[in-house]
C-alpha cells in the first residue's frame, strides 16, 4: 500500500540554524499538506499546497517558513532561521479524494 | 471549546471492553476523520465518515456522526491491549486543498 514518507526521522539543530524537512507524498496524490505537534498538544495546520502554490497558510506559517515541491515527488518544509519553540513532531500529508494520509514525521529538536 | 474536541481526555479500561470517544466540532463539516497516534509515533488514519452519513462500520470500529449536534464518537469494540493510543477527530470543511481541524485528543489505555 502507498504511503507518505519523511526524512529525517530525527533532527537536532541549534537555534538560528536553517533545516530542511523533507516528504515523498503518495504519487498520485495533488494536495499536500505540513502540519506539526509540539510535544503533548494538539496537531496544527501549517500550509496546504496545489498546483506548485500555497494555498493556504496558518499564522504558526511566518517569514521563517517555506515550502517546495522541487521536482515530480519530493515536497520540502524550511525553516530559515530556528527558533527554540519550533521544536516539535512536523507531520506531512497528501490527499487523494477525501483522505490526508501522513506521513510518520521528522522530531525537530532545536538547541 | 475548540473545534474538535475530544472527551475524555484520557480513559482506561479493561482489555476486552468497550471504548467510546467522543469529539465535537463548530463549523460545518464535509467529513469528519478519525486518526490513531502511537505514542510520538505519526498518525493512522482509522475511518472517515460523510456529513450525509450517521454511522460507519470498520472492523471493531463504529462511528457515529451527528451534525446536528456538531458531535461523533469513535466505538472500539473488544478492545485489545494495541488499541493502546491517542486518538484524534479531524475535521474536514470540504473537500480539495483544506485543512484538516484536529482535536485535542483522548489518550486510551487498555489494561491487560
Known amino acids: 500500500e502507498p504511503e507518505v514518507t519523511q526524512t529525517p526521522s530525527h533532527q537536532v539543530t541549534q537555534m538560528g540554524q536553517e533545516v530542511i524537512l523533507r516528504c515523498v507524498p503518495i504519487?498520485?496524490?495533488?494536495?499536500f499538506y505540513w502540519y506539526r505537534q509540539i510535544l503533548g498538544q494538539k496537531v496544527e495546520f501549517l500550509v496546504s499546497?496545489?498546483?506548485?502554490?500555497?494555498?493556504?497558510k496558518s499564522e504558526i506559517f511566518d517569514d521563517q517558513f517555506s515550502v517546495e515541491r522541487p521536482d515530480g515527488s519530493n515536497f520540502t518544509l524550511k525553516i530559515r532561521s530556528t527558533k527554540l519553540e519550533d521544536s516539535a513532531m512536523y507531520f506531512c500529508?497528501?490527499?487523494?479524494?477525501?483522505?490526508?494520509?501522513f506521513g510518520p514525521g521528522t522530531r525537530l529538536l532545536v538547541l | 471549546s475548540q473545534q474538535g474536541e475530544e472527551d475524555p481526555q484520557a480513559l482506561s479500561i479493561q482489555e476486552g471492553e468497550n471504548a467510546t470517544m467522543n469529539c465535537s466540532y463548530k463549523?460545518?463539516?464535509?467529513?469528519l476523520q478519525w486518526y490513531r497516534q502511537n505514542s510520538g509515533r505519526g498518525l493512522v488514519h482509522l475511518i472517515l465518515?460523510?456529513?450525509?452519513?450517521r454511522e460507519k462500520h470498520s472492523g471493531r470500529l463504529r462511528v457515529t456522526l451527528d451534525t446536528s449536534k456538531k458531535s461523533s464518537s469513535l466505538l472500539i469494540t473488544a478492545s485489545r491491549a494495541a488499541d493502546t493510543a491517542s486518538y484524534f477527530c479531524?475535521?474536514?470543511?470540504?473537500?480539495?486543498?483544506?485543512?484538516?481541524?484536529f482535536g485535542t485528543g483522548t489518550r486510551l489505555t487498555i489494561i491487560p
Open positions: 500529508a497528501s490527499q487523494g479524494e477525501e483522505t490526508q494520509y
Open positions: 504519487s498520485n496524490h495533488l494536495y
Open positions: 499546497f496545489y498546483n506548485n502554490e500555497i494555498s493556504e
Open positions: 463549523t460545518s463539516i464535509n467529513n
Open positions: 465518515i460523510r456529513s450525509n452519513e
Open positions: 479531524a475535521a474536514l470543511r470540504r473537500i480539495g486543498n483544506e485543512k484538516l481541524t
